[in-house]
Nanobody, 123 residues
Framework: VQLQASGGGLVQAGGSLRLSCVASGITLSNYGMGWFRQAPGKEREFVAT????????RYADSVKGRCTISRDNAKNTVYLQMNSLKPEDTAVYYC?????????????????WGQGTLVTVSS
């Protein structure tokens, strides 16, 4: 099983990025997918999640209204569209997969993790 996250980079405050997570070795349609992030010196935190069987989503308060998680099961890919980025969004972003996941915000419930992609937002 592999989750390959990409799309990170350096962006100015107010800008946008779209992160992608391509899954291999699993059938994405059976998995709830989540995005988490870890900033330097801080603990990992939940960002967004999408339910395994439908469009239901959940977001952290810190990104609500600025981020959108979506999935394309045909491409085995999950996306995180991030708009109006702030310097405090700077972190390594990880995607994760939970079998039949139902909007969990707890990283310990996820079965598989990607390697992370770095997002840096300059002020």
């Amino acid at each position: 099983v592999q989750l390959q996250a990409s799309g990170g980079g350096l962006v100015q405050a107010g800008g946008s990025l779209r992160l992608s997570c391509v899954a291999s070795g699993i059938t994405l349609s059976n998995y709830g997918m989540g995005w988490f992030r870890q900033a330097p010196g801080k603990e990992r935190e939940f960002v967004a999640t999408i339910k395994w069987d439908g469009p239901s989503t959940r977001y952290a308060d810190s990104v609500k209204g600025r981020c959108t998680i979506s999935r394309d099961n045909a491409k085995n890919t999950v996306y995180l569209q991030m708009n109006s980025l702030k310097p405090e969004d700077t972190a390594v972003y990880y995607c994760a997969a939970e079998l039949f996941g139902v909007l969990s915000t707890n990283g310990y419930t996820y079965n598989y993790w990607g390697q992370g992609t770095l997002v840096t937002v300059s002020s």
